[in-house]
């Protein structure tokens, strides 16, 4: 079956302590998206990339970083210097089109809990 | 400023009731989409329809409709009929040019169906 993996599902981080989120996806799409989603806040987006070894800042990228080493894989790890890291974590991809018109897919999500 | 402006926080209908979410958008662009996405409580969004800025027909999918109304730069949507099963948080977003790929979301609107 294809579509866009997530781990862990639920993970947990004392303060101070880096953490890598999984994304994974075998639908051969060439955009991925990292975006968080705090309650009643909608989504806003870390970092996304077009292509391998390619990324671009979004919206709320300070105290993140990625790497694109891979088509399939997009891991994002949040690092001490975000301040409030506690989130739900969706990762997207899509197929890249000039033209536009693409839905994003996305994955089940990671729930982030700094303790 | 929001590029996606969902004013409905959260709506609480009884089943069987008719609902409509409201979704306002702003861009300068002539072409651009606009999508509708469920998230039901397991996390993952779902896509649900799409739209490009030169149909303007109103879309119908069973007990789903959308109206879409450039006059007014509003997409809304309305499920007829709700269902328990309805109950998510329900996104819309835009894409526009010259990036197609990076993707605007409003903030949700959360709706509870009371059986």
């Known amino acids: 079956d294809g579509g866009i993996t997530q781990s862990p599902k639920y993970l947990f981080r004392k303060e101070g302590q880096n953490v890598t989120l999984s994304c994974e996806q075998n639908?051969?799409?060439?955009?991925m998206y990292w975006y968080r989603q705090d309650p009643g806040q909608g989504l806003r987006l870390i970092y996304y990339s077009q292509i391998v070894n390619d990324f671009q800042k979004g919206d709320i990228a300070e105290g993140y970083s990625v790497s694109r080493e891979k088509k399939e894989s997009f891991p994002l790890t949040v690092t001490s210097a975000q301040k409030n890291p506690t989130a739900f974590y969706l990762c997207a991809s899509m197929i890249m089109g000039l033209a536009g018109g693409n839905e994003q897919f996305f994955g089940p999500g990671t729930r982030l809990t700094v303790l | 400023a929001q590029k996606v402006t969902q004013a409905q926080t959260e709506i609480s209908v009884v089943e069987k009731e008719d609902v409509t979410l409201d979704c306002v958008y702003e861009?300068?662009?002539?072409?651009?989409?606009l999508f509708w996405y469920k998230q039901p409580p397991s996390g993952e969004l779902v896509f649900l329809i799409r739209r490009n800025s030169f149909d303007e027909q109103n879309e119908i999918s069973g007990r789903y409709s959308w109206n879409f109304q450039k006059s007014t730069s509003s997409f809304n949507f309305t499920i007829t009929a709700s269902q328990v099963v309805d109950s998510a948080v329900y996104f819309c977003?835009?894409?526009?040019?010259?990036?197609?790929?990076?993707?605007?979301f409003g903030s949700g609107t959360k709706l509870n169906v009371k059986p």
């Open positions: 977003a835009l894409s526009e040019a010259p990036d197609f790929n990076k993707f605007y």
């Open positions: 639908l051969n799409h060439d955009a």
């Open positions: 861009t300068r662009d002539t072409t651009y989409y």
